[in-house]
């Protein structure tokens, strides 16, 4: 009899747990992405973590096709941008705000522009048991813009997984070709 009451809450407390990356809120106008993964890393590395966005971000997901033309800025209305090849940068992104443990950004990115209410990414990183969990949270909000919400996780899972790796190997991570 009791074996049967532990299991249950064994399986109870799993469903519980955030997933590592999912689609959290969806309707018909907006969606909300939420990527969290436990990992032993120092808080002080998260934000050059951001700033090399270079170093980790997919050149498959760039206008320019090189994620070496990415810059990111992380002071107040500093620029997530990237250099095109006519010399011009296109913003992809601002810098909302900054704080010792959360960073926000407007971020309508790729398909997302002209589209949006709100594109908020919001990076957070709360203690955990052995270290920290990275976290990202984007909440999109516009006409119809809830038909979006896979397209938009697929992209924006992969580059949390490569700033996830780089966060922790201080490499960057192999290309995905994707």
């Given at each position: 009899?009791?074996?049967?009451?532990?299991?249950?809450?064994?399986?109870?407390?799993?469903?519980?747990?955030?997933?590592?990356?999912?689609?959290?809120?969806?309707?018909?106008?907006?969606?909300?992405?939420?990527?969290?993964?436990?990992?032993?890393?120092?808080?002080?590395?998260?934000?050059?973590?951001?700033?090399?966005?270079?170093?980790?971000?997919?050149?498959?997901?760039?206008?320019?096709?090189?994620?070496a033309?990415?810059?990111l800025?992380?002071?107040?209305?500093?620029?997530?941008?990237?250099?095109?090849?006519?010399?011009?940068?296109?913003?992809?992104?601002?810098?909302?705000?900054?704080?010792?443990?959360?960073?926000?950004?407007?971020?309508?990115?790729?398909?997302?522009?002209?589209?949006?209410?709100?594109?908020?990414?919001?990076?957070?990183?709360?203690?955990?048991?052995?270290?920290?969990?990275?976290?990202?949270?984007?909440?999109?909000?516009?006409?119809?813009?809830?038909?979006?919400?896979?397209?938009?996780?697929?992209?924006?899972?992969?580059g949390?997984?490569?700033?996830?790796?780089?966060?922790?190997?201080?490499?960057?991570?192999?290309?995905?070709?994707?």
């Amino acid at each position: 009899m009791l074996k049967p009451l532990i299991m249950a809450a064994a399986i109870a407390a799993l469903s519980a747990a955030p997933a590592a990356a999912e689609v959290v809120a969806r309707t018909a106008d907006s969606f909300t992405l939420r990527y969290a993964v436990g990992a032993e890393i120092a808080p002080g590395d998260i934000a050059p973590a951001l700033q090399d966005l270079p170093k980790w971000w997919d050149s498959a997901h760039t206008y320019s096709g090189s994620a070496a033309n990415l810059s990111l800025d992380l002071t107040p209305g500093g620029c997530w941008c990237e250099k095109l090849a006519d010399g011009t940068d296109f913003d992809h992104g601002r810098t909302v705000s900054a704080e010792p443990d959360r960073f926000v950004f407007n971020a309508p990115f790729g398909p997302l522009r002209g589209k949006t209410t709100k594109a908020e990414l919001t990076v957070t990183w709360p203690g955990a048991d052995r270290g920290w969990t990275p976290t990202w949270t984007m909440v999109v909000e516009g006409p119809g813009i809830g038909a979006m919400a896979d397209g938009v996780d697929a992209v924006m899972a992969a580059g949390y997984q490569r700033w996830l790796h780089y966060l922790e190997y201080g490499e960057a991570p192999a290309a995905s070709g994707s």
